[in-house]
């Protein structure tokens, strides 16, 4: 029996220790984003809409440095360079003002075809659930529904954004525990007041006296993803509606998202447009070529 104990206890200390090694080995992107990805970007995402220039650059190098650090893997499903870019963007839009940021604690998203349950099951009568961090046999990963994630890019309005919300928690999770209290990114001087104002944040989600996602009151994890999703999905009307949590979420993601111009090109993209990829080319003889 002891003998057993002491060979699992190695097993599992060579698991850490490849585990590490590979993490030291963290890649970095050598060349500009194709224009395939910036197009996508430039088509789907508004936060990059909202960029100056020099952001932009920043904000593509990371979603390539993302996207070689971390696997995307179909389950019963295709990947394609959209449901990527997508992930990515997902990742880096809550730690852009963080350019050194590494997602440390992900190996892994899995995309399913749909909803699935807490035992990662598809197409059973409980399968409700939209994203999950893993946990257990499952750390290192996250599971995403493709759906989902296409929804919240699509509609960037309804204070929706499933895979936000999950690299929410990932990163709240980056000092041991998913509990609403993201430390590694909150200074010392703001826990208390944060703490104390999601309480009574989740008190009028329970007197219905808020506008914030219902889901938001099942405890401070949750509540913490929820207004994130809203944080950046519709910040003006986020800091009009709830000011006092505005202004310490600005401190957690160091971001004053209502200064942003977060709209959607209404502009057709005809073989004759201007292509969006910036290259100043005609669309038909840049990223639609072909």
């Known amino acids: 029996m002891n003998l057993i104990i002491v060979v699992s206890i190695g097993i599992a200390l060579v698991w850490l220790l490849i585990r590490g090694f590979n993490k030291n080995k963290w890649r970095e992107p050598k060349s500009a984003i194709s224009k395939e990805s910036k197009l996508i970007l ?9 960029l100056s220039s020099e952001e932009k650059l920043l904000f593509e190098y990371k979603i390539q ?4 650090n971390c696997k995307i893997t179909g389950v019963n499903i295709d990947v394609d360079l959209t449901d990527q870019i997508l992930v990515a963007a997902s990742a880096i839009i809550p730690v852009f003002a963080f350019p ?3 997602y440390t604690n992900l190996d892994e998203v899995l995309l399913y075809p749909g909803n699935f349950n807490e035992k990662f099951q598809m197409s059973t009568g409980d399968s409700n659930i939209l994203g999950m961090v893993g946990s257990g046999y499952m750390e290192g990963k996250m599971i995403l529904s493709k759906p989902a ?18 690299f929410v928690h990932l ?7 998913i509990d609403g209290l993201p430390s590694i990114l909150l ?19 329970y007197e219905d006296r808020s ?24 910040p003006k009307q986020f800091a009009q509606m709830h000011p006092e949590l505005y202004a310490l979420m600005t401190e957690v993601f160091n971001q004053n998202m209502k200064s942003r111009k977060l709209k959607k ?4 993209l005809g073989r004759n447009s201007q292509c969006p990829c910036g290259s100043g080319l005609k669309f038909k003889k840049c990223c639609g070529k072909g």
């Not at 990163?171 to 525990?177: E, L, P, R, V």
């Not at 090109?265 to 057709?268: L, P, V």
């Open 171 to 177: 990163i709240d999770k980056m000092d041991g525990h």
């Open 65 to 68: 440095e993302f996207l070689l």
């Open 265 to 268: 090109s209404k502009q057709s």
């Open 187 to 205: 200074e010392k001087q703001y826990a208390i007041p944060w703490i104390d104002l999601i309480g009574k944040k989740i008190e009028e989600i």
């Open 100 to 102: 050194e940021w590494k």
């Open 149 to 166: 994630l296409l929804h919240g890019f699509s509609n960037e309005s309804d204070k929706k954004n499933t895979a936000v919300h999950e």
């Open 42 to 50: 430039t088509t789907k995402v508004v936060f990059y809409n909202s």
């Open 211 to 234: 506008d914030i996602n219902p889901y938001g009151g099942t405890n401070k994890a949750e509540f913490f993803a929820v207004a994130s999703e809203y944080f950046f999905e519709k």
